[in-house]
């Protein structure tokens, strides 16, 4: 007696991302700063949006390459937009207090001199600046616990693969008949 499936339907319980793949370092030149990707199943886009999320694209950015299926880490090169300071009589010291608030202080630094009534500004992304995959590296082809440097012309992962499993068993009332199908990746 021989069976043919002609459709098969099977609810997704796996995770793609859990407990055991889903941890990375963002290496700056002051810290070294431990994300954790919340357990779910991720798409090439979900995954990384999630990971820009974690991130914080002001100091990296990530793109997804869908020819070659890679993902690229890059610096953010300079601070760009449109800020508006609210209405007001402004002190120098309190101009300075609402730019920094409405920019923040993690891509530039600036300063008032007194002296000379003159601002400047310096880049807080100088320094090298690296990402270390502690489990995720077999998901977007790196290897764990291995830093890689991001530049502001990028560093690109191997292949992305987000399958978490390589078999399905699928069996039946007669056990003679249980197979193991592989899945290629």
Request: glycine fraction near 6%; charge should be positive.
């Amino acid at each position: 007696m021989e069976i043919n499936v002609l459709s098969f339907d099977m609810p997704n319980t796996m995770y793609n991302i859990d407990s055991k793949n889903n941890e990375f370092d963002i290496i700056t030149p002051t810290q070294i700063v431990r994300k954790s990707i919340p357990e779910g199943n991720y798409s090439m886009r979900t995954f990384m949006t999630q990971v820009k999320t974690l991130i914080g694209t002001t100091l990296i950015n990530i793109a997804y390459n869908e020819v070659q299926n890679t993902y690229t880490f890059a610096k953010s090169p300079s601070l760009t937009g449109v800020y508006t300071i609210p209405e007001g009589n402004y002190s120098m010291r309190t101009f300075m207090t609402q730019v920094k608030t409405l920019i923040g202080t993690t891509l530039i630094n600036i300063v008032y001199n007194e002296v000379q009534n003159t601002f400047a500004k310096s880049p807080l992304l100088t320094g090298v600046y690296k990402i270390k995959h502690i489990s995720i590296g077999q998901l977007i082809g790196a290897l764990n616990n291995t830093e890689y440097e991001i530049g502001t012309s990028g560093y690109t992962t191997g292949l992305i693969n987000l399958i978490n499993y390589n078999k399905v068993m699928v069996s039946c009332t007669y056990w003679s008949m249980v197979k193991f199908v592989s899945i290629s990746h």
